[in-house]
Nanobody, 115 residues
């Protein structure tokens, strides 16, 4: 079983920055990808970014150029650096461990951007 824990959310003013962390533990494979998603109130969960095990990254258009996904010094921690935050970025942010046998979600961390 794989555990996924997000942290780093909070309240920030429009134009500010936050850095979210995603830590995976448990029975992880040697190779896996990490995805970041978010869900705003009354909306469906949406994809934001993905970091492949080989280091490639992909971003959804709404966050491209503002958000950066990267791995920390240890493989099991992945970050989402969020800059120039906007009120519409307010949501619960989720991390997903992605592997062939199956995926695991974290419980999310709240990000609130005030105008």
């Amino acid at each position: 079983q794989v555990q996924v824990v997000e942290s780093g959310g909070g309240l920030v003013q429009s134009g500010g920055s936050l850095k979210l962390s995603c830590e995976v533990s448990g029975r992880t494979l040697s190779a896996y990808d990490i995805g970041w998603y978010r869900q705003a109130p009354g909306k469906e969960r949406e994809y934001l970014a993905r970091l492949w095990d080989n280091g490639l990254t992909q971003y959804e258009d709404a966050v491209k150029g503002r958000f950066t996904i990267f791995r920390g010094t240890t493989k099991n921690v992945v970050y989402l650096q969020m800059n120039n935050l906007k009120p519409e970025d307010t949501a619960v942010y989720y991390c997903k461990y992605i592997s062939g046998p199956g995926d695991s979600w974290g419980r999310g961390t709240q990000v609130t951007v005030s105008s």
